[in-house]
């Protein structure tokens, strides 16, 4: 594909060829139907609860009928710092179909915090399979974002039968000094103030996540080029980081320390590589189709809805 960044009309196009091009040996039958007693139009509500690990209780979310249907059930890892409310708009289409769930990370959202001050990206990753143990799942399908999409590629490597395809949605491949910057500074260790300055500080770290890259470094040269979310999106954001204000960077730094590049190459799954132009990790989008050749890659443009991703998801997932 090429590497300039497609339309809304060419992402349809795309996702229209993925589908084809998977297809193009099975027979009708094979198609998913849709949960059972679910009819194309029937509504599919959004569930929550929790299951227990030996850290506590993790939240999670969840979508379609765990019964009746082939479809593998899809598991949505969230990028940092938020929770598995990035999804909800996602889960009653994908739901349709299959199973989806949507757990909170270790130290985000409603979940318990993680064992550790200090713990790898693989911690996450290992508590991703034991989520899906919990859960009574064996095989799924993932989909990553950020955070989300390294810990996909520890689980695809590691164990290699729990993921069949895999969607990384904004794979970073931070150069050592720069992870080492991030390390330092996107994420230090925040208390609740006296004077509720925390409180400040969540407002402007949500806000300033979308407006400069890295976020801490307010100047002209790093200004993305993307508007002020609306006040509605940034309570949303906040709301996620103070839940999680004692452990929300605990995650950050496990990624920020992750040698990405290794794990990538080991991952043997059928690959769809993501990224959308407004998304500052879509620089690394041609990097990580280099690592992985075998991998189908996708630049979004701008104007590319939620439910356009949603789709696309959908059409490489039912190969």
């Known amino acids: 594909m ?25 027979s009708p039958e094979s198609a998913s139907p849709s949960p059972e007693g679910a009819s194309a ?28 249907g082939t479809a593998l059930p899809l598991y949505l890892a969230h990028a940092g710092p938020g929770s598995s409310s990035a999804f909800e708009g996602y889960l009653p289409t ?69 993921i069949r395809r895999l969607i990384l949605d904004g794979l970073p491949l931070f150069p050592p000094e720069f992870k080492a910057q991030l390390l330092a500074r996107y994420a230090p260790a925040v208390k609740p103030d006296d004077y509720g300055g925390h409180l400040a500080w969540a407002w ?19 200004r993305l080029a993307n508007g002020v979310p609306s006040a509605e999106l940034l309570h949303r954001g906040v709301t996620d980081i103070l839940k999680a204000l004692g452990t929300y960077h605990i995650a950050y730094h496990a990624a920020f320390a992750q040698d990405v590049p290794p794990v990538l190459r080991r991952v043997r799954c059928p690959v769809l590589l993501m990224a959308s132009d407004h998304d500052p990790l879509s620089t690394y989008l041609d990097e990580a189709a280099r690592l992985l050749p075998a991998a189908q890659k996708v630049r979004l443009g701008r104007e590319v809805t ?10 490489f997932l039912a190969g």
């Open 306 to 315: 939620a439910s356009d991703r949603v789709e696309l998801i959908e059409h």
């Open 204 to 222: 402007n770290f949500a806000r300033d996540q979308s407006l400069y890259w890295p976020y801490f470094e307010r100047q002209a040269a790093n």
């Open 94 to 162: 994908l739901g349709r179909r299959r199973f989806c769930f949507a757990p909170d990370m270790l130290g985000n959202g409603d979940s318990a915090p993680p064992a550790s001050e200090s713990v790898p990206i693989t911690y996450y990753s290992e508590c991703a399979v034991r989520v899906m143990d919990a859960l009574g799942v064996g095989q799924v399908d993932f989909y990553g974002s950020h955070t989300g999409a390294q810990i996909g590629i520890e689980i695809a490597a590691a164990h290699p039968t729990r």
């Open 2 to 26: 090429s590497n300039e960044s497609v339309s809304r009309r060419e992402m349809l196009a795309i996702s229209a060829a993925l589908l084809a091009s998977d297809r193009a040996a099975a």
């Open 41 to 68: 139009s029937a509504p599919i509500l959004v569930d929550r609860g929790f299951l227990r690990l030996t850290e506590g209780l993790v939240h999670y979310r969840s979508a379609g009928s765990r019964t009746g």
